[in-house]
């Protein structure tokens, strides 16, 4: 170490870290703060809309993990019923694929992102638990048609004034507590 | 009479703080000074290029984004030039600056992610990462707004990118780029002159430029030595020709010069960013029309760019399947690694931890 | 006279028996550091650990409590449950033993800190003598924990703790012999009742060298490369968990908490101050260094050892010697009622000196020849 | 631009210093002897104009009936590349000079070829299984393992 600067940068850096102290926390109070997500999140649950599947198995061909599990029989006139319809999450690398291969817009991307289970069992997304319901949304990842009515991200990059996430330390007495579920 | 010695012998890894990840060296030591150093790698090993013979050439994508975690747009995107230069693609000019986008702004994430990594290993308690998470976080919220994930993105495709911009994106990026050159100072001015900083990195661990071409180095870690190789300069791909850049270089190839060149870097990105956000067409087909199983024909392409990390590339044999015949993914930091023993012996074990932090390594990419 | 001997005074007048005469204040005392240096120690816990974090734009622990108070006792619960767990080769006796010859010197260190008028457990008369031995005894703990956990980080972290503490011992004690040579005593209470003008100002090398040092003495950042975590993992307490793990933990902030006090007492006026009670001035003082020390942590990145040793025996050792001599001359030549004359000689000499041994330090080691 | 070179010329210059090295080349590569290899490496290393001195990357790929070694050789003077392959006809312990001592870029890739593939590089310094543990059985990247 050789002080041809008289330890100026030493000084500087020292400096900024002072500046910091002045300006307000980065971070969010996860489960009591919690960020509004991309309207296209690819969430850690998939959505199936039973009405709209024909049973073609396309998602089932295009999965990177042979993960999807789903077997027809030949109901009244042509249509195809879907018997089994089954992804177990445990497994799923959550990359889109299936969304993006679905001919009929049947299957769209979730949007929950707490989905940690006790047992591995609990994993397997059946097909009641896949089908589409009031708290089991979709999220617009390939399907833009979802856009519009899903909030609006927030992002870090602006500040409450310019529109951005309120990212105000709340006291205690103010937090919600076991909000997260 | 001497006093015989007999140098002891440190496992570092597999599980250690600052191996960045399950990585294991065997070092010799002599008190504190390093005397030999054996890597020990495949902790990580998941035969991703055993997977890609029996997946699709699209479903191998989302495998590409676990190779390098830390810059999974431009894996992506080495992947898909490789594909398309075998299929002879066409791709669309909006999807090409799209690409060039994503790659920069990967690149500026990958080295704030080495550089903070670099300054903790030096042992700045965590201050320069998380000052730097402050922008990565931005870049994340990007690329989560675009791809709707904030690791794993999967967004390039063969022929294009997955889905359009959507139209938050360009105020978002505009307003990242207008705020960074701030925040790059602020990096510069927390440690690029402490004294200590230079005291410990400045000729720590030179990598001569006759040993960086030797063992084939490539990134910042080449360019510090004083090569001024870049694939984005040299042999341009995707639409890298039309934009107005330099190529820093370092001139010792010590870990300074390794830390100056990614900060380097970063300025140069945010340069080429402004260009690219300026000339992009706004409207446009975002991927070409290629067949869920793209059938190419036979023959051998190696696709390659310039990574965070390095020359990244895949060479792809096809055998005109709708699976490639064979994928041998190039990473650079295994190869960077080459010279590891060169470069840390006769230094002492802290001086071991920060060599190996400067030249930024990603074990999903070394183990594949 | 100190508020223990008042109370032995009373007792005896109350005639109890000798023995308890001495007994009672004794346990008295000890059990008051202790109370004081916990109850400081958690505070500091939970200070540290906010303040870094508002250093590096986090919020720090804010869950247990009114802004997260009670973390460090959440922390002590969580540490106390755990498993005591000896490594199977250890040297299972020093790796029981460490941790108690690690702690207990410093809280011996208390003893002579004052706290206030006459506020100290024994006013020893070679005070500054105690502490500089009382406070070498921890190193012989740290090497014994190093040894016996038969790791090998941790036995980097044992040579490199003797290297270190032996070496930044000598500008240490250098530095405090200057204030001794103005003060006229080795006493605590006469040091801080001779400081009309605190002696940062009259010694303001002996105070930065003093600081330096200190830090070095405990670990601190720049200095800490005895539990560099980066490096060697944490060093010397790498194999010990629980209760034993819990005695390195708080010697590390006594250690802390100690030397801030021997610096308050020493350079900053102890705890004299105008309106504030004296125990609240002292403590505002203790904080005050403590979270500059903080601060550093937060910027600085660490020393590599032959560095660190360099730099305590190239750049320390000689400026405290110089100071010495020059406070003696001042001691010798000037008159006390030239104070202020003394400061501001003090000051230029101090800034030439560091100008001057920057430029004249260079740094030795870097690559050796395998 | 990187200047691939056209493998034919190359060819001709290679079979005129080594007659018997070059088996066959065509626009993309040159397929040389794996009995050459070592001085044809040295040579375009060190040939003017040519100055090899940057190796990207070595692989190999099983055909079933012969394994091919893959060399992407770069010039960072002349800014142009070439692709050389070499030929290993036998699957049982294939063996096939080491370039190592050329190029020190091939230090890492020829151990996870013979980790991988199994094709032993004679003369290299410490060919040992790179990613996979010793005495793990077989060559997971041949096509024949299943």
Redesign the interface.
Known sequence: MKFERYGIGIAKGMALTFRHLFRSPITIQYPDEKLVTSRRIRGNELVWFPEKCTGCATCAKSCPQGNIVISTHRGEGSKFEVDIFEIDSGRCIFCGLCVESCPYDALAMGLSYECAKYRRGDLILSKEKLAVSANHQPSAYYRPQFEDKLPKQSLLLYNQAEGGQKLKFLPLSKRKRGSGA | MPIKTEPFYLNIGPQHPSTHGVFRLRVALDGEVVVGVEPIIGYLHRGIEKLAETRTYTQTIPFTDRLDYLSSMTNNLAYCLAVEKLGGLKVPERAEYIRVIFSEIMRISSHMMAVGFFLNDLGAMMTPVLYMWREREKIMDMFEMVCGQRLLYNYMRIGGVSQNLPDDFMPAVKKFLAEMPKYIDEYDQLLAQNEILLARSKGVGILSKDTAIGIGASGPVLRASGVKWDIRKMDPYSIYERFDFEVPTGDTGDCYDRYWVRMLEIRQSVRILEQAIAQIPEKGAVCADVPQFFRPPRGEAYGYLEGPKGNIGFYIVSDGSIAPYRLHIYPPTLINITALSDMVIGWKVADLIIIFGSIDVVLGEIDR | MTLLEQFQLLLKNANWPDWAVYLTPAIAGILLILVFVLTIIIVFIWWERRLLGRFQLRTGPNRCGPEGIFQPIATAIKILLKEDIVPDKADKLLHFVAPIIVFVPILMLFAVIPVGEGAILVDLNIGIIYIIAISSISVIGIFMASWASNNKYSLIAGMRAIAQMVSYELPVVLSIVGVALVAGSFSMLKIVEAQGIPYILQQPLGFIIFFLGALAEMNRSPFDLLEADSEIVAGYHIEYSGMKFAMFYLGEYGIVLAYAGIMATLFLGGWQGPLLPPIVWFLIKVVIIFSFIIWMRATLPRLRVDQLMSFAWKFLLPMAVINLVIIAVEVLVLPLSMQWLIIILNFGFAAALILLWSKLFTLGGGRVEV | ??LALNGEEIGKKLAEAFPAAVVSSDKLNVLVDSKHLQPVAEYLKNTSGLEF?????V?A??YLDYLEI?Y?LVS?KN?HSL?LKTRCHTRDNPVVPTVVNT???A???EREIFD?LGIRFEGHPDMRR????EGFQGH??RRDYL
Do not use: G
């Open positions: 631009m990187t001195d940057y190796l990207t990357f692989t790929t099983d893959v992407r960072l800014n692709i190029w020190r870029a230090y890492y890739q991988l790179l990613l996979l543990w997971p990247l």
